[in-house]
């Protein structure tokens, strides 16, 4: 997943010295490129489509206000997702301290379907709900390792940590969505 090429080039890194020179036009390659995963990544971990794209705008802006910031010590996309990460963690700060809940998107949506699609959305709820409960840095880790792709040492780049401690993170986050779905799935909630 990271983007250098065999010879270690990473393309997005010219790009992003062009930003920090002020280029709006390398900007919106940039953005046009990352858009989407970066979009998809912060939804896994918000949970609520109009959030997360106030996530992501924030996220964007960061890189166009500290592309500077960027030495290419690592590649481009680490250093972006390091930007999603904290924007995330801080999401989920000030979402605890204001205690707002996001509305179910199923309801928003068209109001209750068949049978089977308001099963998958009790379902798809439980299993979202088990996933918002685990502490911040669990959450984030399996989000990048399992939704994602990421490598444990990706994402030990990205989150600032060792690889041994990225796989502590996901075998703990696992452990204890299992611990929370075993019950459920034994009586056929989930």
Do not use: H
């Not at 890194?13 to 036009?25: F, H, N, P, R, Y």
């Not at 996530?55 to 972006?80: H, I, P, Y």
């Not at 669990?138 to 990706?154: C, D, P, V, W």
């Amino acid at each position: 997943m990271t983007n250098k090429n065999r010879a270690g080039f990473d393309p997005d890194a010219e790009l992003a010295a062009a930003v920090a020179a002020g280029d709006a036009d390398a900007f919106e390659k940039l953005v046009e490129k990352y858009e989407r995963p970066v979009l998809s990544t912060i939804y896994r971990y918000v949970g609520d489509r109009v959030a997360a794209q106030d996530v992501a705008q924030e996220v964007f802006l960061k890189v166009w206000r500290r592309a500077r910031s960027f030495k290419g010590r690592s590649s481009f996309s680490t250093w972006l997702y390091r930007v999603v990460v904290n924007q995330c963690l801080n999401f989920r700060q000030k979402r605890a301290r204001s205690k707002s809940v996001p509305l179910d998107e199923s309801l928003v949506r068209g109001g209750p379907g068949p049978d089977e699609r308001l099963d998958a959305a009790r379902k798809a709820a439980t299993v979202r709900a088990a996933v918002d409960e685990l502490p911040a840095r669990q959450r984030m880790a399996l989000i990048l390792s399992k939704f994602e792709g990421r490598s444990y040492r990706e994402i030990a780049e990205i989150m600032r940590t060792s690889t041994p401690s990225v796989e502590s993170l996901i075998f703990r986050a696992r452990r204890a969505l299992k611990k929370k779905l075993l019950p459920l799935r034994e009586r056929g909630e989930i």
